[in-house]
């Protein structure tokens, strides 16, 4: 079974433009989450998407938003980019069936530079 | 405001002796805690998790300990292998549909 992939793997942008990063996950996942890693911050979670609804929601501004499509890719857009922003992008999946109380599967992430 | 604190940034341990990595909360209601590996330029995998029911599992060479009075559970790796070497992130949720809460990662050195 394929693993969960992110796209792209890198990117560079400068400040005030916007990014889309995609995340497919493993088929027969219905749960896409987000996740931002800083050094020294950890994960932080930015959203959780299930059946195309946003069910959970961290604590970062609205420039931070995504969408999860009927076959459960999920997308996830940064708008008015900040140096701030720069961070590895981890998407994760599950199955779902019992919630929060399944194993998530990583992607390898999507690493952003913003110059 | 962390909610799931890892004091320790780094530890370093001899290959075969144990390694303990601990994990603090603070929000009593968390009732499920997992812990993650991470290496370099890979995503995190899931290494082991504990209900709050329980305050103790073990799979092979893990064991994971809740001490929910306190507010805290360690892993325990023994013995540790040069293999162990990654980032180790202690996470936790409130409830089956709440969000995953991850500390800030504990990297663990093992020296052959």
């Known amino acids: 079974k394929a693993g969960v992939t992110q796209t792209p793997r890198y990117l560079i942008k400068t400040r005030g433009q916007q990014v889309t990063l995609s995340c497919s996950p493993i088929?027969?996942?219905?749960?896409v989450s987000w996740y931002q890693q800083t050094p020294g911050q950890g994960l932080q979670f930015l959203f959780e998407?299930?059946?195309?609804?946003?069910?959970n929601k961290g604590n970062f501004p609205g420039r931070f938003s995504g969408r999860q499509f009927s076959n459960s890719r999920s997308e996830m857009n940064v708008s008015t980019l900040e140096l701030g922003d720069s961070a590895l992008y981890l998407c994760a999946s599950s199955l779902s069936l019992q919630g929060g109380r399944e194993t998530q599967y990583f992607g390898p992430g999507t690493r952003l530079l913003v110059l | 405001d962390q909610q799931v604190k890892q004091n320790s940034p780094s530890l370093s341990v001899q290959e075969g002796r144990i390694s303990i990595l601990n994990c603090d909360y603070t929000?009593?209601?968390?009732?499920?805690f997992l812990w993650y590996k991470k290496y370099p330029a890979e995503g995190p995998t899931f290494l082991i998790s504990i209900s709050s029911i329980k305050d103790k599992n073990e799979d092979g060479r893990f064991t994971v300990f809740l001490n929910k009075s306190a507010k805290h559970l360690s892993l325990h790796i023994v013995p540790s292998q040069p293999g162990d070497s990654a980032v180790y992130f202690c996470a936790a949720a409130k409830t089956s549909y709440d969000k995953v809460i991850f500390g800030p990662g504990t990297s663990l050195s093992v020296i052959p």
């Open positions: 088929s027969g996942h219905r749960s």
């Open positions: 998407y299930f059946s195309e609804t946003q069910r």
């Open positions: 929000n009593s209601m968390f009732d499920y």
